[in-house]
């Protein structure tokens, strides 16, 4: 049986404009593939409502599930939430679960749960809250989609929330083999090899050291002992 | 007038398995926003033919330029060339121009033109060369679309060869704000001030340093001295 699938949501100008590297795109593409879940897309947005909206509603559409990042904090530029709600045509306001998690928080550390601190309550009625231990201010589940923090530490811990409620596929596992020869020298060989393996993925990439091209030929798949046997018969090509 | 807008279009399984963290997304984001081109939107999709044929018409349907990077190598995952071919139903083959380039490259280096050295000629008809210093195998511009390698250091020497030939438009300014109060004590007036100044684009980001909260307020807008405005303004409500 195939494996899920998903697609990630990362909303944000700071990225687009160069003021800040994502950092969560790596993290969730690795916790994926550990869980056999394929990521299969990214989508980088502004904070723009329309763009937000429509990229909601493709990526829910098209895969099993997906994660978004960023939007979701107490800011006039904050507006993931509302813009889910309204991809999925569902009320929004402040709830009453969420607005006892930060009270409770905000009360622990002496501070005032202002108008501003109270947007982070609002959550669409049909969605299901994610725990942030990091923080306190929750993330939801409605439908297939996971909305998620920005900054990296809450978004990460979300992850670990929400990755062991979804159904996962076998993990896919990787080998690679180094070899100090350029793509243009290994690439007939490597097609060859690539079709009578054609159950695996077989991936090259170039690198260079030492003004030295190299490939690192990656093997994906499900079943390690095929895998050993890839890699067998691959390292019988390259290193004869 | 509004600036021009642009996409980029990362194709790559590594990126999306988590093996290989992009490093292109942020060159590029700083590099149009300097040139005054707004970056809106990144996909990242994997090395899918309908993937990256869909990805590539919608893109170019919907903004000025875009960008793409990686899959121009000389392996059998290397599958860009001919997707963008079919995207823009244009027809490719090995190209003349092209493999003249390969051939003094691997005449001057000693080594063999082989046929997978080859299908790096492979170019659509009506597309134009992008010259790669670095390694010599060519990007191509096709229609808005300008197709780039996925190592870093071509990627990098494409960009600066495409850009000055786009039309830009003024360059996005910056300014930020660091204050040390968290998002949640500042949203209020914050919002008022993004309001007041609505023909700036005000936006927030959280920072926790040694368990403290603080938040950076960017301002970005194209007119120097309506920034500067903005940045007294600013100060005047945070640091009263």
Not at 39 to 54: G, K, M, T
Not at 112 to 133: G, Q
Not at 161 to 189: F, H
């Amino acid at each position: 049986m195939p494996n899920p699938t998903a697609a990630m949501l990362v909303i944000g100008d700071e990225i687009l404009s160069g003021r800040t590297r994502d950092a969560n795109m790596h993290h969730l593409a690795g916790q994926l593939t550990a869980a056999g879940i394929d990521l299969r897309e990214v989508r980088v947005v502004s904070d723009d409502r329309d763009a937000i909206v429509a990229a909601v509603q493709a990526l829910s559409e098209a895969y099993d599930a997906v994660f978004t990042s960023g939007g979701i904090g107490p800011t006039h530029d904050d507006i993931t939430a509302d813009c889910v709600a309204a991809a999925f045509d569902d009320p929004i306001d402040i709830r009453d679960d969420a607005r006892a998690l930060l009270q409770a928080h905000y009360d622990r550390s002496g501070m005032e749960l202002n108008a501003a601190r109270l947007r982070m309550a609002r959550i669409p009625d049909s969605a299901t809250l994610i725990d942030n231990p990091v923080s306190t201010a929750p993330g939801f589940t409605i439908r297939n989609v996971h909305v998620m923090a920005g900054v990296p530490s809450v978004f990460q811990a979300m992850v670990a929330t929400v990755l062991p409620t979804l159904k996962g596929g076998a993990p896919l596992l990787s080998r690679t083999l180094r070899v100090q020869r350029g793509e243009g020298d290994i690439a007939g060989p490597l097609g060859i090899f690539a079709n009578d393996f054609s159950d695996l993925s077989v991936g090259s990439y170039p690198y260079q050291k030492d003004g030295v091209y190299g490939s690192n030929i990656v093997v994906r798949g499900q079943d390690a002992t095929r895998l050993d046997d890839a890699m067998l018969a691959l390292e019988k090509i390259f290193t004869a």
